[in-house]
């Protein structure tokens, strides 16, 4: 998803001809900043008006490469702005000259030329320098006559030429190395310039939390309810008969015995069937094993009941909040089952890690993929219970497979490592 | 027998005591916290021990984790494990030492007498003895991945109950069957799965429950 800069060499190649397309795309920031700055001078004559909603749209659009670029070269997350305003002609016009967003976006276009246009542009003029030293002198210094200073070397007989010729692979090695470096220092700034304003943060972060502690109630609700109407059709119902069935069983004791003993042996079916009916409920609610051991071995007992082969990695530190816990379980549960059920897979693999304040769960089949986010497949339900943590999903199912889900919540681990004693999964 | 019991509900505890106590079992300690069970399988050194999974303090796998470590203490010590459920992990991590000496309950089994002194009495023998709960999930998973397909549905029967850890004779009680067509039926299955089949009970469940684990 995700592309990191890599290892040598490949990673800081990368680095360098994104340095040299950054650098370049300055000048097309700065040309549309000017555009639509230039736009805005015409504001007081009608022109401006009708020009500034679509000069505006392709500068937000601009700016937005440089924010997924962020992301997906360095991992720096830039969350962006809302929209621009929607609307008509005129009225467009006054609507984003009163978006925040629109006027950040006129900020940056001015800036980045000078500031990440500049930095980006420092390891290209080291490599192309270098270059031109390492491979270029040796053949022309001689043309080029007795002043020919190359760096702080002056070209003038072979071993100088060599000399040269050393320093420019140096200012080569210097750019490579340094182009990483650089890259994610543009990234920085890029965010510093381009995220979203601290107040539309808090904004959006209140909304979500509105509308998730909506589907929390909601969910809860609903939860009460089933649990409610489970033991009032499962074991209450059944405790009911079973005192019934005491009853007649008592009345008959001395009149016929044989069929006391037939009603004792019911009731003792019922009794036992009233006790599956408790269990089955607190495993709904919460699994038992998920308290004793935690998140490691109750994903590792869902394995062993799963038909498929299903390999359990477990690189947890400890355990969790218990929501958080329940949450991971729960979606796991499901993922597990949908692949048992559509995917039409063999093997399973479950990955369960934590790192960087985040708890990550793998859920890979080998299967035939084409699984719809949107579907039936309760993929929805699984991600709106995440949605409750801060949990997100993320659904890879190309047709033919494989199939990865990928579940990411945000979270402290707590207590020490407590887990299985065998350690197998 | 000398038999040291861990039950945190007292009502269950004092039932269980007097049925020990009316099969002839001598309950030489009855706790009802983990720390407790671990000092008396310790000092006690009885020839079989009752243990329920969920004990205080901590009221998680408490209960199973003093049993374990007994056992490592001192090997095949037998332990018969009681639970509000059954959880295959759990099984399996009982199950794994191979020594057998094993038992694992669902609570409820308690209340069937005649059968919960019978398994108390094959674990304290070196026997092994699973919950048909779990031998259920187990068949279950083993049918879904085809690898009991050749069995006839008699066979299957036969099978769940040498799982569960009945001997022949058992087995002849519970099917009303003959015990040549149950020694028929266990070499059958033993041919048709391919598992080394073995006259001592103990060894036989466990190559049955290592089959159906894989």
């Known amino acids: 998803m995700r592309g990191q800069a890599g290892g040598w060499p490949d990673g800081t190649v990368r680095a360098l001809l994104r340095c040299q397309l950054l650098s370049l795309y300055a000048f097309a920031v700065t040309a549309l900043g ?9 504001l007081p004559v009608g022109l401006g008006r009708s020009l500034l909603p679509g000069a505006a749209r392709r500068l937000r659009r601009l700016s937005d490469r440089y924010r997924s670029w962020a992301t997906d070269w360095t991992g720096t997350r830039i969350s962006p702005p809302d929209p621009l305003p929607e609307g008509e002609g005129r009225q467009r016009a006054g609507a984003v000259l009163a978006d925040e967003g629109f006027w950040q976006d006129v900020r940056w276009s001015w800036l980045e030329p000078w500031v990440g246009g500049l930095l980006v542009a420092v390891p290209p003029t080291l490599a192309g320098f270098g270059l031109f030293g390492a491979l270029v002198q040796p053949f022309v210094w001689r ?3 007795p002043d020919n200073w190359y760096a702080f070397v002056l070209v003038d007989s072979t071993p100088s030429m060599l000399a040269a010729a050393v320093l420019g692979l140096l200012f080569v090695a210097a750019g490579l190395r340094l182009a990483p470096a650089v890259l994610g220092l543009h990234a920085r700034w890029t965010r510093k310039v381009l995220a979203a304003p601290y107040t539309t943060e808090l904004v959006r972060r209140v909304e979500h939390l509105t509308d998730t502690r909506a589907e929390v109630l909601d969910a809860q609700a609903a939860e009460l309810r089933r649990i409610e109407r489970d033991l009032h059709d499962g ?10 069935t005491l009853d007649a069983a008592t009345r008959l004791l001395d009149s016929d015995p044989a069929a006391a003993r037939d009603l004792l042996r019911e009731v003792r079916a019922s009794s036992a069937r009233a006790l599956q009916d408790l269990r089955d409920l607190v495993h709904g609610i919460h699994p038992p094993i998920l308290t004793d051991r935690g998140l490691g071995d109750a994903v590792r007992s869902l394995a062993l009941d799963c038909f498929l082969d299903t390999h359990v990695t477990v690189e947890l530190p400890g355990r969790f909040p218990a929501p958080v ?3 991971a379980y729960f979606a796991v549960a499901e993922l597990l089952a949908n692949a048992a059920k559509h995917g039409g897979g063999r093997e399973v693999t ?13 859920v890979a089949d080998d299967g035939r993929g084409g699984a719809d986010p ?3 497949s309760g993929l929805r339900g699984v991600a709106r219970r995440l949605s409750t943590v801060d949990g997100t999903l993320v659904l890879h199912s190309p047709p033919g497979g494989p199939t990865t889900v990928t579940l990411e919540i945000p979270c402290a681990s707590s207590s020490p490592k407590t887990s299985s004693c065998s350690g197998t999964g | 027998m000398r038999v040291v019991l861990a039950e945190d ?3 269950l505890r004092d039932g269980l005591i007097r049925t020990l106590r009316e099969h002839g079992f001598e309950v030489v300690a009855a706790v009802d916290n983990g720390p407790d069970l671990r000092r008396a399988l310790h000092e006690q050194e009885p020839d079989v021990a009752v243990v329920d999974v969920r004990l205080p303090p901590s009221f998680t796998d408490e209960g199973l984790r003093a049993a374990l470590e007994a056992r490592r203490a001192r090997p095949a010590l037998p332990v018969l494990v009681l639970s509000q459920y059954v959880d295959r992990l759990y099984a399996r991590e009982l199950l794994a030492d191979g020594r057998g000496a094993i038992g694992y309950l669902l609570k409820d089994r308690v209340t069937r007498t005649e059968q919960f002194v019978d398994a108390v009495r094959t674990v304290a023998g070196g026997g092994t003895v699973m919950d048909p709960q779990v031998i259920a999930k187990l068949l279950a998973r ?13 066979e299957h029967e036969v099978l769940r109950l040498m799982a569960e850890g009945r001997s022949n004779a058992a087995i002849t009680r519970a099917l009303h069957i003959s015990e040549s067509a149950v020694a028929k039926h266990t070499a059958s299955i033993f041919a048709k799965l391919r598992i080394e089949s073995s006259a001592d009970d103990n060894r036989r469940v466990l190559a049955v429950l290592a089959h159906l684990e894989r």
């Open chain 1, 34 to 42: 000017a555009l639509v700055v230039g736009v805005m001078l015409l």
């Open chain 1, 143 to 145: 043309l080029l006559g």
């Open chain 1, 235 to 244: 074991a209450q119902a059944r405790l009911v008969a079973l005192g019934m």
């Open chain 1, 325 to 327: 816990e329940a949450a």
């Open chain 1, 350 to 362: 479950i990955r369960l890690a934590h790192a960087g304040g985040t708890l990550t769960a793998t």
């Open chain 1, 374 to 376: 949107g579907g039936g």
């Open chain 2, 9 to 11: 509900l007292f009502l």
């Open chain 2, 142 to 154: 083993g049918d879904a991945r085809g690898s009991t397909a050749e069995l006839t549905p008699r």
